[in-house]
T-cell receptor, first 117, second 114 residues
Framework: NAGVMQNPRHLVRRRGQEARLRCSPM?????VYWYRQLPEEGLKFMVY????????ESGMPKERFSAEFPKEGPSILRIQQVVRGDSAAYFC???????????????FGPGTRLTVL | AQKITQTQPGMFVQEKEAVTLDCTYD???????LFWYKQPSSGEMIFLIY??????QNATEGRYSLNFQKARKSANLVISASQLGDSAMYFC???????????FGTGTKLQVIP
């Protein structure tokens, strides 16, 4: 049973380019979360999605950042016109539907390390 | 709003000894969950242990146990018989039950000495 998959593991972009980060949740999980970890810091919540719905995006910057979780395919975190301050590790996590055993626990992917030159 | 406080930026422990990593939390929610995650130098986040606020017994998972003191709002992680592979960052985290946004602490860097 594969865990949460994220790709790419490392991504290098120049300022002004777009970054697309992908996340495939664990099998049977319908909830996806994105977190950002700046160097030497803890993880900060960005957005919580269910299939085709954004449930909570209170942690996501209003500009340049967007997220989706389509009916088919992985969840995508998109950062437009990247700046140096976007350099961080971006983690995706997934959990089962509420009411299912284990729904309170989020399982994390390996992260995508974004470096903006 | 929820807040997690980890006051130990770094800890050392001798191999085979037990170590306690501190975590206090603040929330106005009645029902919530507490977690510990391990982040080795390779960077991935590994789930270790979960404690529900209404669980009467402290959670245990192998060498990990969570010392949950609800009145003091503390959720310390105890690692027994430390191993070299336990060297990593450890994050305490919490979420409200049924609302799954997780709030993380700033982490404790544990180093196990041979």
């Amino acid at each position: 049973n594969a865990g949460v998959m994220q790709n790419p593991r490392h991504l290098v972009r120049r300022r002004g380019q777009e970054a697309r980060l992908r996340c495939s949740p664990m099998k049977g999980h319908s909830h996806v979360y994105w977190y950002r970890q700046l160097p030497e810091e803890g993880l900060k919540f960005m957005v919580y999605l269910q299939k085709e719905n954004i449930i909570d995006e209170s942690g996501m910057p209003k500009e340049r950042f967007s997220a989706e979780f389509p009916k088919e395919g992985p969840s995508i975190l998109r950062i437009q016109q990247v700046v140096r301050g976007d350099s961080a590790a971006y983690f995706c996590a997934s959990s089962p539907p509420i009411g299912v055993f284990g729904a309170d626990t989020q399982y994390f992917g390996p992260g995508t390390r974004l470096t903006v030159l | 709003a929820q807040k997690i406080t980890q006051t130990q930026p770094g800890m050392f422990v001798q191999e085979k000894e037990a170590v306690t990593l501190d975590c206090t939390y603040d929330t106005s929610d009645q029902s919530y969950g507490l977690f510990w995650y391990k982040q080795p130098s390779s960077g991935e986040m590994i789930f270790l242990i979960y404690q529900g606020s209404y669980d009467e017994q402290n959670a245990t998972e192998g060498r990990y146990s969570l010392n949950f003191q609800k009145a003091r709002k503390s959720a310390n992680l105890v690692i027994s018989a430390s191993q070299l592979g336990d060297s990593a960052m450890y994050f305490c985290a919490m979420s409200s039950t049924g609302y799954q946004k997780v709030t993380f602490g700033t982490g404790t860097k544990l180093q196990v000495i041979p």
